[in-house]
């Protein structure tokens, strides 16, 4: 090590990090498990794949720890850049694969660019905004703050990546961390909420519902603010008449579908609904114990489609049942809280934010991926971090996460 | 630690909550989801269980099963299809197999369709090993029955697949299970049947078989279905349906001391393997569209012909058992019986009066129309002794059903006072004006069976069994007291010799005497039936030998002209080989195996479409009906 200083490497995250591994090589086993190929190092199978994917991923994180850190103050913007040009790059050359354009291949190996994107788009805001001279309140250093992060999602979005550009919008936490106003991120989940409802129930109720405590509140303020109210109660109504508008106009006929299902409006258990329907027969299936490892039925006869990736977690919750999935579910949080405790320890701000960037988009993949995997959510492809299978992601992740452990492992560094 | 980081915690121990109490929705309180995933991936497969043997009464047997062969194939499997070989290969049209593999595909790419029903061995052996040359086909087994007699389909029956109506009413059937149709495969299916199996496999989403469930603790072997000894003597059978080629007509032998039914044999017949195999819906249609012949009419258990002179022998023992007559009563033939203005044609050429014996043998229609006339006219009113005649023939087992083993049967038909008053609405008709009934003819209807079953009782002196089928399921024997206790009729034993001796006299000397053999001493009744179709009927009633009798037969030739020209002496010819197991009298044997009545069901036909011309051109005109009755032997 050509550190200065003491390397104190956090070994709660690392143990937690090595046990979410197992825990996806377990399934990714059990879920493409055949009578046929009973060998755990068979590099024709998934299983063996993904082993191999882990071994990369330990030289990653030697190299990772190995590096000087005085190359974070320098790695940001070339890495930034590099990442963005990949990013348009793959948009004309990729590779397509199942519809979307997002994969670079050489020979037999795929990367996908737009999961190291994040990587770059992490370490970039945290350079930004972990400048001395950085401040939120300023106008135009925030938009060049959300529009280093806005830039990537935008460039994902056409590919089209859904998913992966939504993951992008976890950074309203890293801004809520360094000023933005929490009044934003309950808007958002407000609107959520209302865009929700508005699907569901007719407009015309819904919105009388919705103006009656307004009208009480105007009528409460005789004088002064009642106006402001009036405003408010104007957008709220505005937003839910143009929901049905972005609905049916705005969006896709699969995104639509999708959460049509999701909010069980329609019922197409052949059909659209097949891969929500079919995921949850396997969680629920498991009961509270689950079958066993390797007995799972509905997900290794591949009742259950990107068992293995996407949907891996329908194996854990088949084959571990109830108090399995709760115990992976226990692990994720217990993870994403000791991310947040460690960057709330960092002495140099570019850390801290870095660290928040980690833990929320960790909470992001996290918060989707099982959602849609239990019905709460519509179908987004997006991985379960470290436990789905594959390199991109699995390699991703790891940079991302290694990186904050190295800055963690310097907390104690006197600069 | 600074405020906002709780704001993230916060919102990562809420995702927590929210997704444990999901869980604990899906995992534990959703049973339903528990249910669909066992739908999505266990299969129950049937294992067909075999069907039970049918053996004869000499354990022979006569209906086994034997394996066919499913040509099926897998379209997603099929590779480089040489279609031109193939069609030769397996004599196919390449149109029919264009058709098929298109049909196949659409069903399912992954799952295996039917390219060719039920090969059978012969078939299969010739074009098993060139299988090979295609990939995607393979050969399915399935049991089907196999019939080593070309005979009695009558009474085997044939089995049949079940149709969705059938499985409606019968839900322990699903698609694809064969039941019996006809004959014991209908009345014993519950004991043919077996149990099937199931074995229970877990498929994956393509419906690929993956393994077994549990590694089969599950399962269930197939239980073969019973065997069932029946009481026919297959050869006996055989014997008789060919001496009934180019005949019509029915022929049932029972063995009196059982009600075992030894011969049910009804022509034209069929060979029962027309109905296994590839092209057994052609074949049915051709037997079922024959409407000249009829082949799968069965003659011996449902046409109903008039009994004719053999019923003389059922009047002769009611008018002695209410003593209207006695062996000594004396009637003079006059060339018929007459009445007023009623007169029944005899031509047993007697002028002097005659005493029962001789009435019997000479079948004098005059001495039984008397007969009739007093057993009848003993009683207050003519109703009154009608309906006591009825009675004493009823108890014969005329005029209604055995309810026996075999699925189907007619009542034939006894007239009743009722039946008369009906006629005759003034309710004044008398003894004569029911003459007929005393020698066969008129409103009497009686089936093959019933009439052999009359003869079985004559020959037991008095008590039948309920003639049937099946002897033994598996190795028990029957204990139905219905088949094993004996059936009283209403006359005394006492009066049977006196008749006996009537029937013996008919072989010696009297319409019988050219059927007589050697050696046995038979007894039996000629019968001539008047019938609207034409010609007259042949029939014989008999049993042998005299003492201890071991058959009794009844023998029906549609349009035979008069009993002794065929009917006596395939009746003889049967029971010969029946008892000694030769026959001693090769040129009756040979006449009647040669001898054909075609010409006649062909002119009969002809004279059938002329008068359905006939009465197309006169629709208006009423149908006269003679009741002029002339009839004897």
Redesign the interface.
Known sequence: MNNRGEFHLDWGIVLMYVALLFIGWLNIYSATFSEAYTGYFDMNQNHGRQLIFIMGAIVLIVITLALDIRLFNLLPWPVYAVSILSLVAVLLFGQKISGARSWFTIGSIGIQPGEFAKVAAALAAAKYMGSNDFQWKNIRQRFTAIGIIALPALVILPQPDLGSAIVFSSFVFVFHREGLSPLWIFLGVAMGVLFVFSLIFDSLVLSAVLALPFLLLIYAQRKGKWFRWLGIMALVLGFVQSVDFTFHNLLEDRHRNRINIMLGLEDDPQGVGYNTHQAQIAIGSGGFTGRGFLQGTQTKFNFVPEQHTDFIFCTVGEEWGFIGSVAVLVLFAAFIIRLLMMAERQKITMYRIYGYAVASILFFHFTINIAMAIGLFPVVGIPLPFVSYGGSSLWAFTILLFFFVKMDAHRKDVW | ??R??F???G???A??L???A???Y???I?E???L???N??IRRIKDYAPRGHIYDRNQKLIVGNQSAYDLMVVPSQVRDLDTAMFCEIFQIEKNDLKRKLIRATHYSRLKPSVVIKQMMRSEYINVQENIIFFPGFYFQRRLLREYLYDGAPNIAGFIGEVSETFIRNNPEYSKGDFYGVAGIEKSYESQLRGTDGVRRV?????NRE??RFQEGIYDTLPEPGNHLTTTIDIQLQRYAEDLMINKRGGIVAIEPSSGELLIVASSPTYDPGLLVGRHRNQNYYRLFADSLQKPLFDRALLAEYPPGSPFKIVNALIGLQEGAISENSHYTCGGGFRYGRLFVRCGCGTHSPIPLLKGIYKSCNNYFCETYKRIVDAYPTAPEGLQRWNEYVRSFGMGGFFNNDLPTGRRGHVPDSTYYNNIYSDHQWKSVSTISNGIGQGELLITPLQLANIAATVANRGFYYTPHVVSRIGDEPISDPHFTEPKLSLVDSVHFETVIEGMAQVFKQGTARFAQVDGIEMCGKTGTAENPHGQDHSIFMAFAPRDNPKIAIAVFVENGYWGSRWAAPIASLIMEKYLTGEISRPHVEARMLEGSLEGEYSNQALRLAERLARLEAEKKEKEEQSNSVNSNE
């Open positions: 630690m600074n906002r980081f704001l993230l915690t919102f990562v121990i995702v927590l929210i997704f444990t999901r869980l604990f899906l995992q534990i959703d339903s989801l528990k669909s995933a066992e999505n991936v877990v498929v994956d989403v393509h993956k393994g």
